[in-house]
C-alpha cells in the first residue's frame, strides 16, 4: 500500500484501512446528530489531509455548496418546526428546517470525504485481495470504478481541451455551450464503450469467469502490528455505538431542538475519527527519533 507517502495506512494489512474507513463512513450515516457530524467532518478532512495530502482540502470546496443546497432544499420542501424565520404566503420558513438541512449536508460532505480517502487507502489490488475469494464479481467491480472514473474524468479534460483548442468549435452562446456539453458526453459515451468492448475480450483471453480460483497481484499477511491496530478500532467501535446511539436518540430537530451541552461521550468519537491522525504523528515521530 505504498501509493503516497502521506497514507498513515500503508504499514498495515489493507483490511486494517477497509475496517477503520468503512465503520468511520457507517458512523457518518448513521450519526444524525449536529455535534457527531461536526467531529465526523472534522476527521473526514483530517484523513484526507493525511491520506491525500493538505493540499487535496483546496479541491473539496464545492462540497460547501452541496451543504448549502441541501439545507436550501430542506428549507424549501420542509415546514415543520415551531421557529419561524420568514413567511411568504401560507409557506413559512422555519430555523429547525434549515439546521436539519445543515446538518444534513455536513453528514453527506462527510461520507464523501471519508470516500475519497477509502479511495486513496486502497487500491484495486488490495479490494482484489481483500474480496477476490469471498466476492470475485464485487471486488472485479470495486477495483474496475476505482480505475474507470479517474479515467473517464481525465478524457472529460482532454476533449475538454481539444475543444478548446479548436477556434472554430469553441461555443459563442448559452445555446453552444450547452450543445458543446453534449458533445462532450457523446464522446466520451462513445470511447467508453469502445474500451468496454476491449476490455470485455481482453479480460475473457486472460481466463475470468472460466472457474479458476484468482490469484493476487500481491500477498499480505497479518502481523502483530495489523491484530493491534485492528483490536483498538474495533474497540472505538463497540465503544461508541451505544454513545452514538444514545445521543442521537436524545436529540430531535422538530418542533425545537434540545439545547446541547458538553458530554463526555463526545470524546470517544474525537478520538476515533483522529485515529488517521494519530497514525501520521506517530510515523512522523519514529522517523524523527
Given at each position: 500500500?505504498d501509493?503516497?507517502?502521506?497514507?498513515?495506512?500503508s504499514a498495515?494489512?489493507?483490511v486494517?484501512a477497509l475496517?477503520?474507513l468503512?465503520c468511520?463512513?457507517a458512523?457518518?450515516?448513521a450519526?444524525?446528530?449536529?455535534?457527531y457530524?461536526?467531529?465526523s467532518l472534522v476527521g473526514?478532512?483530517?484523513c484526507?489531509a493525511?491520506?491525500?495530502?493538505?493540499?487535496?482540502l483546496?479541491?473539496?470546496?464545492?462540497?460547501?455548496?452541496?451543504?448549502?443546497?441541501?439545507?436550501?432544499?430542506n428549507v424549501l420542501?420542509?415546514?415543520?418546526?415551531?421557529?419561524v424565520?420568514l413567511?411568504?404566503g401560507?409557506r413559512a420558513f422555519?430555523?429547525?428546517a434549515?439546521?436539519y438541512?445543515?446538518?444534513?449536508?455536513?453528514?453527506l460532505?462527510?461520507v464523501?470525504?471519508?470516500?475519497?480517502?477509502w479511495?486513496?487507502?486502497?487500491?484495486?489490488a488490495?479490494?482484489?485481495a481483500?474480496l477476490?475469494?469471498?466476492?470475485?464479481t464485487?471486488?472485479?467491480m470495486?477495483?474496475?470504478?476505482?480505475?474507470?472514473v479517474?479515467?473517464?474524468?481525465?478524457?472529460?479534460?482532454?476533449v475538454?481541451s481539444?475543444?478548446?483548442?479548436?477556434?472554430?468549435?469553441?461555443?459563442?452562446?448559452?445555446?453552444?455551450?450547452?450543445a458543446?456539453?453534449?458533445r462532450?458526453?457523446?464522446v466520451l459515451m462513445g470511447w467508453?464503450?469502445?474500451?468496454s468492448?476491449?476490455?470485455?475480450?481482453?479480460?475473457?483471453?486472460?481466463g475470468y469467469?472460466?472457474?479458476?480460483v484468482r490469484?493476487?497481484?500481491?500477498?499480505y499477511r497479518i502481523?502483530r502490528?495489523d491484530?493491534?491496530?485492528?483490536a483498538?478500532?474495533?474497540?472505538?467501535v463497540?465503544a461508541?455505538?451505544?454513545?452514538v446511539?444514545?445521543?442521537c436518540?436524545?436529540y430531535?430537530?422538530?418542533?425545537t431542538?434540545p439545547?446541547?451541552?458538553?458530554?463526555?461521550g463526545?470524546?470517544?468519537y474525537a478520538?476515533f475519527?483522529l485515529y488517521p491522525?494519530?497514525?501520521?504523528?506517530?510515523e512522523?515521530?519514529l522517523?524523527r527519533?
Amino acid at each position: 500500500m505504498d501509493r503516497t507517502p502521506h497514507n498513515p495506512f500503508s504499514a498495515y494489512h489493507p483490511v486494517v484501512a477497509l475496517t477503520y474507513l468503512t465503520c468511520a463512513a457507517a458512523f457518518a450515516m448513521a450519526a444524525m446528530q449536529p455535534v457527531y457530524a461536526a467531529l465526523s467532518l472534522v476527521g473526514a478532512l483530517a484523513c484526507a489531509a493525511c491520506t491525500r495530502g493538505a493540499g487535496s482540502l483546496r479541491h473539496m470546496a464545492w462540497l460547501v455548496v452541496v451543504v448549502l443546497v441541501v439545507a436550501g432544499a430542506n428549507v424549501l420542501f420542509v415546514g415543520e418546526g415551531a421557529t419561524v424565520l420568514l413567511s411568504w404566503g401560507t409557506r413559512a420558513f422555519t430555523l429547525e428546517a434549515l439546521l436539519y438541512g445543515l446538518c444534513s449536508g455536513i453528514m453527506l460532505a462527510a461520507v464523501f470525504i471519508w470516500m475519497m480517502s477509502w479511495s486513496a487507502c486502497l487500491d484495486s489490488a488490495s479490494i482484489t485481495a481483500l474480496l477476490g475469494h469471498a466476492a470475485p464479481t464485487v471486488s472485479l467491480m470495486i477495483s474496475q470504478v476505482m480505475r474507470l472514473v479517474p479515467q473517464f474524468a481525465r478524457r472529460g479534460r482532454t476533449v475538454t481541451s481539444a475543444l478548446a483548442a479548436t477556434p472554430a468549435a469553441a461555443p459563442r452562446n448559452t445555446n453552444e455551450c450547452t450543445a458543446d456539453g453534449l458533445r462532450t458526453v457523446s464522446v466520451l459515451m462513445g470511447w467508453g464503450l469502445e474500451d468496454s468492448l476491449v476490455r470485455a475480450d481482453a479480460m475473457h483471453a486472460r481466463g475470468y469467469a472460466c472457474g479458476a480460483v484468482r490469484t493476487t497481484y500481491r500477498r499480505y499477511r497479518i502481523k502483530r502490528t495489523d491484530i493491534a491496530a485492528l483490536a483498538i478500532i474495533v474497540a472505538f467501535v463497540l465503544a461508541n455505538v451505544p454513545l452514538v446511539s444514545i445521543a442521537c436518540s436524545q436529540y430531535a430537530f422538530y418542533p425545537t431542538p434540545p439545547r446541547l451541552v458538553a458530554w463526555w461521550g463526545y470524546l470517544p468519537y474525537a478520538a476515533f475519527v483522529l485515529y488517521p491522525v494519530a497514525l501520521t504523528f506517530r510515523e512522523w515521530w519514529l522517523w524523527r527519533a
